[in-house]
Structure formats: structure tokens, C-alpha cells
């Protein structure tokens, strides 16, 4: 396990012509995929950042209809049981999409996936082809404190309908740049592109597997599992496994969870969609005890991830989740830490690169 | 006409057989082969032909169904008491007529007259579970001879075409994308094509989840009547569609995000042939497609509909223009699917 840099409390800051210093690679990756547009649909671009990443390190990459990019990295053989794994992060953030343009230039919009109006307000946006917004809200008859998805609109500083260089059916996504607090990150879109880099350092890692690997970055995750839907499907895996964000229950007066910042990955025993498969969890803890990497246990009260989708397709599949705590997810600023990608990364480094039993 | 045929024919998610044999003798000869499945869904089939065929498997989806209403009890008035089937807002029951059962017994949806209504109930909503039907029995006993428990209600609205160029009807959605489909079926493609008419749309888009599974198509269409709500507003916002305006391209929906090849696809080929089309108002409805792209390992779709006012009521008004301008779009888009690389 890469040791993490000592925290700094400012270390992009220029300090007065010296060099700065370079970035570290997990976080330099982190802020490539998380600065890449990608909402539900509209994963073009970030499916395009992530097989340049890829490319020379996958025996067989494919896109499926869907649009799912599916990696595979063919085992060594020998063990036995030999499993097909299948290992899933989603490429889509959370996002707007256009429903109308008014005469004097500004947009209406609907939500693709969770979006909640108080994360809106004052927020900018970006689409596909660069264009920036900002969301403004109508303020007549509106207490200060009254934000409602209906009275929100994107100003793209246009004079005019016709001058404005998007339209309907265009999605946008969030657009805040990565900040690096040494050793946590805020960023949009950690949801779930720090999954995404944990998979492609665990492709990269991984000196030799006996297992047969499929690392899937899948599409439309946030509106409805829909890439694992197919991408499970067509991979027919004997066991899967996604890596997502989930919650965490550390900061002032926040919902109870026993899940921390900084305290390692989160196995999942269950969330509101699925109940990780015992033998999965029990496999995920046991190599994290002996590996000796922190781990924590993660039950999720709302929400749920890629897995349940895997876990059901064709006539079922062993699943679980390694999740990455994330504070504030689903707003434009997710803050997570980068000890627990790393650690996340390492325990599945363990998981895969030996003979699996699941009883 | 087929239109009028189908819109008359009743047939509530889970009773599509009526509709179903309508479409039989309408479109057997049209296709090469046609079959029944076990959910009820119609698939025909109809062989690629043409001197510059294509190797690729595409399916059209319209549904059968309708919302309505199931009996599920007798009052010891005479009375029946009934569920929902498919989304019904409850304030467009009250009133209004329905046939229930094989024997299309009529029967009225009662309401107090407006002498005996209290001035606090006048504003208040009733909803559909304390409704009743009044078919005229004396009692119980005459009620449940007249009526079975699970015996399905539909409107008792009559097709009529008015002088504007708009059609009047029940269950529009989607008897006009079942008859757009059987239009299309006329002519020949240069692949094989199954156009199937679904069941069980309106009730979670079950027919068209074992029908796409069974197919496996490389592409898949959903034809549609959908909203549209173009009345005058307060404010500049969207309607979901606008009567008159040609048919409505589906970019997204609560139930799928369209493939941007089909949505451009649909849009070049409007404008080439100078066809009126428009988007459909995004994250709006939901449609069969919602299941089919998500079958199997993934199927490219996309949704193409007539617009429709008051969908999901008794009776609903479409533009026969808009519906002759989605069989001519459909008709002229899916040869163009030949050059469609998956």
C-alpha cells in the first residue's frame, strides 16, 4: 500500500516561484475523471477518459449497447475454484437535462437521477459541448429559504432564445473543479468516478489473477441500474462485485451511521436494494483481517448501488459492495478520503489475486 | 377504419383479447408468421426482403391495453365497488358511463347532485374507493347476477372523427401506435421485422419485457400515443407536446434514455422529407421501450407517439394529421436503419 502524503493544508497554493509540487497519481487520476462530463446517457466522454486509461493494461475491451465499457483481463488459470468476476462502477453522475427553452434564453430543466433542489441554488452546470449555467430560482412570492425544482431555471447568459447553444433534451452535469486537502478530495462526480478509479488502479496493480476479470464501468446507474442491468447480463459472472460511494454518519449532527471518513472501505451488508451475499461480505472481511487493512461494515438506509442489479440478473449471483465513505454525495462537492481508496483498492488487490470460495 | 375499430374495442390490461383478434385479422396477411405468447403478447413477423438486405433483427412495439377499472365488489345495495387498472386520476371517474364485463352491461359511475352536496363537500375530492357503480340492480343478489367479481369496466366512449381534422375516442393510447404499427406492417424491409403488439403496458410493461426477451432484437421502436398538454399557459414553459405539430421524438423518459443514433436517425429523416416532427418534453411518461433496452445484454430504442390530449381519461383527442405523419416518418426512417451499425 502506497503511503499517503503527509496532509497540507493548501497544497496547491502557489508558495511564492517555488516548483509546485506534482500530484499525487491516484489524485491526478481522480480529478481527470471526476473533472470529465458524464450524466446519465451522455457517458461519451468520460467512457472515452477512462479507455485511454485502460487500454494497455486490458486483454479485451468492448462497448455494449448500452454503452457500457467492459474490460477483461484473463486469468493465469490453475486455481481452483476459478471464478468469473465481475467488478462494476458506474461512469454516470447525477445530472439536468433540458425541457424547454423560454423566450428570453433561459432553461427549464428535469432531473437525471437523485438531484435535490436545495444542491442547485447558485450552482453551476456544464454540457457536453462546454457550454456553462448557472441555476437561478424565481424569487417572487418565495420566502429566501423556498427552493423548488419547479421554480429553478439555467441561466446560460443568453439575451435571446435563439442564442442559446444548447437545447431541449441536452443534459448537463455539475461543474466544480477537484480540490485536493491532502489527504481527502472534494470533487464532483466522486460519485461514482472515484469507484472508477479504484478499478482501473486495481487493473493496474494486479501483478496475476487465477481468476477470469471483468472490469465493467457501466452507464445509467444514477436513473436505475440500467448499464449493470445489461452489462451483468451479457458478462454472466459466478460473482460480482460493484465499488460505489456510500454515506457516512461523522459530521455535525448528520443521519446515524456507523461509517467514517478515513476509517477504510465499507463492506456492505446491505442497503435499500440488496442484502450483500453472506459469503461475499464474509470473503471481503476475512482478506481485509488478514491483509490487515481497516475496514468497516456499512448497513445504508437509503439508496443502493450496481450490485443489485448484478445479484439479480439470469438466475443470480453472488454479490457485494466495497464502498468509498463519501461525505455529501449527490451535491456538487463530495468529499472523500483518499486512505480508504487506496485501501479499497488493496483489498480487492487481495480479494482477486487469490483462489475464491464462496460457502 | 381500423382507428375506430380499435378505439371502440375494449380491452383493460390483462383482457386484451378483443383488441387482439382485431389485429389478427387486420395484419395476418401482412406478415409472414404470427404468434400468441403465453402473457398474451401478438408477435408477428415479417422476413427481410430486397435485393440489399440487412442483417438485423428490429422490433416495433405497440401496446393493446387501455386503462380501466376491475369489479372487485357487490354492495348489498346493488352496487359495485371497483379498483383502478393503470394510472386513472379520480377526479375524471365521477359521471361517467361504463361497459363491464363480456355482456357489456352499462352501468353509471354515481354522483350527488349538486342540490344535496354540503358547501364543504363541494370542494373536496372524492376519491375512487368510495365510488360505486350503479348498474340498476335492486340488490345485491341482481347485482351479482348481472356482474362477476374480477369482471373488467371500460368507457363507453364512442369513436367519432370531427370536423377539424381531430378524432375523438377512448384508449388512444395506444390503439393509435397499435394501428400506426399495422400500417407500417404493409410494406416491405430490408430486415426481418417483428412487430408486436403488447400486453399489460399500462400495469408495469410486462408484455414487452418476455416479448423483447423472446425477440432479442438488435434494435427496438416503441410506438405511442402520449401526453400532450398544449392548452395556454401562464407562463413560457413546455407543453409535454402540441397537437398538429408531427409526431413526438422520445430524447428521454421516466423509463429510459433513448440511443442518440435512433433519435438522430428519426430527426434526419423528418427533415429530409420535410416531415413535421417535434421532441417530446424529456422525463415525462414512461413506455414500453422503458423494458426493452434494458432485456437481455441491452437493446438500442427508441420512442416515436402520436400526440394525445387527455390520455389516461375517458375520452381523448388526437390530430389525424400527426398520426398520418408517424407512419410516414416510421415507414421512411426504418429502410435508412439498413446503414445502423451496432
Known amino acids: 500500500m502506497a503511503t499517503a502524503k503527509k496532509a497540507t493544508h493548501f497544497p496547491n497554493f502557489d508558495r511564492g516561484g517555488e516548483p509546485a509540487e506534482r500530484m499525487h497519481p491516484l489524485k491526478e487520476l481522480t480529478k481527470r475523471l471526476t473533472e470529465t462530463y458524464g450524466p ?20 479485451e475491451i468492448r462497448v455494449d449497447a448500452l454503452g457500457n465499457l ?14 468469473k468476476v465481475m467488478l462494476a462502477a458506474h461512469m454516470d453522475e447525477i445530472g439536468v437535462i433540458v425541457t424547454h427553452v423560454d ?10 437521477g437523485g438531484v435535490r433542489p436545495i444542491t442547485l ?11 456553462s449555467g448557472i441555476f437561478g430560482r424565481e424569487k417572487k412570492d418565495a420566502k429566501p429559504t423556498d427552493v423548488e425544482m419547479d421554480k429553478l431555471f439555467i441561466d446560460v447568459g443568453a439575451r435571446e432564445a435563439k442564442d442559446v447553444p444548447v437545447g431541449v433534451g441536452d443534459a448537463a452535469g455539475f461543474w466544480r473543479d477537484f480540490a485536493d486537502l491532502g489527504d481527502r478530495m472534494i470533487a464532483k462526480a466522486m460519485d461514482d468516478r472515484i469507484g472508477c478509479v479504484a478499478l482501473i488502479e486495481v487493473m493496474r496493480q494486479l501483478k496475476k489473477s487465477p481468476h477470469d476479470l471483468y472490469f465493467v464501468y457501466t452507464v445509467q446507474e444514477e436513473v436505475g441500474l440500467r448499464g449493470a442491468t445489461t452489462s451483468a447480463y451479457g458478462v454472466q459472472p459466478d460473482l460480482a462485485l460493484a465499488v460505489d460511494v456510500t454515506d457516512t454518519g461523522d459530521t455535525p449532527e448528520s443521519t446515524p451511521m456507523a461509517v467514517a471518513l478515513g476509517k477504510g472501505p465499507a463492506i456492505k451488508v446491505k442497503d435499500s436494494g440488496m442484502l450483500a451475499h453472506p459469503a461475499v461480505k464474509e470473503l471481503l472481511v476475512n482478506v481485509a483481517q488478514e491483509a490487515k487493512i481497516p475496514y468497516q461494515l456499512e448497513v445504508l438506509v437509503g439508496g443502493t448501488t450496481d450490485a443489485m442489479a448484478m445479484q439479480t440478473t439470469r438466475e443470480g449471483v453472488p454479490a457485494g459492495v466495497v464502498s468509498i465513505p463519501t461525505r455529501y454525495v449527490h451535491t456538487p462537492s463530495e468529499m472523500v478520503d483518499m486512505n480508504d481508496v487506496q485501501n479499497a483498492v488493496k483489498l480487492l488487490v487481495n480479494v482477486l489475486s487469490n483462489p475464491i470460495k464462496l460457502d | 377504419m381500423l382507428l375506430e375499430k380499435l378505439s371502440n374495442a375494449r380491452g383493460v390490461s390483462g383482457n386484451e383479447a378483443e383488441v387482439r383478434e382485431i389485429l389478427i385479422d387486420t395484419v395476418k396477411s401482412r406478415v409472414d408468421a404470427y404468434r400468441v405468447d403465453s ?30 377499472l376491475l369489479i372487485v365488489h357487490h354492495d348489498s345495495n346493488g352496487h359495485l365497488r371497483f379498483r383502478k387498472v393503470g394510472g386513472i386520476d379520480d377526479r375524471v371517474l365521477l359521471s361517467k358511463v361504463v361497459l363491464i364485463g363480456k355482456d357489456k352491461i352499462p352501468g353509471v359511475i354515481g354522483v350527488k347532485p349538486i342540490h344535496l352536496l354540503k358547501e364543504k363537500e363541494r370542494d373536496e375530492i372524492i376519491d375512487f374507493e368510495s365510488m360505486t357503480i350503479d348498474i340498476g340492480a335492486k340488490n345485491k343478489e341482481e347485482a351479482q347476477s348481472a356482474v362477476n367479481i374480477g369482471d373488467y369496466a371500460t368507457f363507453a366512449t364512442e369513436f367519432a372523427t370531427l370536423d377539424s381534422g381531430l378524432a375523438k375516442g377512448k384508449a388512444l393510447d ?3 401506435g397499435c394501428t400506426v404499427l399495422a400500417e407500417i406492417l404493409k410494406r416491405d424491409y430490408p430486415f426481418d421485422l417483428y412487430g408486436v403488439f403488447t400486453v399489460q403496458e399500462e400495469v408495469g410493461l410486462r408484455g414487452a419485457r418476455v416479448a423483447a426477451f423472446a425477440v432479442e432484437p438488435d434494435v427496438a421502436f416503441a410506438l405511442e400515443g402520449t401526453v400532450c398538454d398544449d392548452s395556454p399557459k401562464k407562463k413560457d414553459v413546455s407543453p409535454t407536446t402540441r397537437l398538429g405539430e408531427g409526431p413526438a421524438i422520445t430524447i428521454a423518459d421516466r423509463s429510459f434514455i433513448a440511443d442518440k443514433r435512433l433519435v438522430d436517425l428519426l430527426i434526419e429523416t423528418a427533415r429530409e422529407n420535410r416531415i413535421p416532427y417535434q421532441i417530446k418534453q424529456p422525463m415525462v411518461g414512461g413506455t414500453d421501450a422503458g423494458r426493452i433496452h434494458i432485456t437481455k445484454e441491452g437493446i438500442p430504442s427508441v420512442a416515436v407517439a402520436v400526440p394525445t390530449r387527455y390520455i389516461h381519461t375517458p375520452v381523448s383527442l388526437f390530430d389525424l394529421k400527426d398520426f398520418e405523419n408517424t407512419v410516414a416518418l416510421m415507414t421512411k426512417a426504418l429502410p435508412r436503419l439498413r446503414a445502423f451499425s451496432i
Do not use: W, Y
Request: hydrophobic share 40%.
Open chain 1, 40 to 59: 446519465p446517457g451522455n457517458e461519451q466522454l468520460i467512457r472515452e477518459v477512462i479507455r485511454e486509461e485502460i487500454k494497455s493494461i486490458a486483454d
Open chain 1, 70 to 83: 467492459i474490460a477483461r483481463k484473463k486469468g493465469s488459470g490453475g486455481a481452483v475454484p476459478r471464478k
Open chain 1, 103 to 112: 423566450e428570453k434564453g433561459f432553461l427549464r430543466f428535469a432531473t437525471l
Open chain 1, 121 to 131: 441554488f447558485g450552482h453551476r452546470c456544464r454540457f457536453a459541448n462546454g457550454v
Open chain 2, 39 to 68: 402473457i398474451g403478447n401478438l408477435i408477428t413477423f415479417k422476413k427481410a426482403r430486397g435485393a440489399r438486405r440487412a442483417a438485423l433483427k428490429v422490433m416495433l412495439a405497440a401496446h393493446m391495453d387501455e386503462v380501466g
Open chain 2, 174 to 176: 395506444d390503439r393509435a
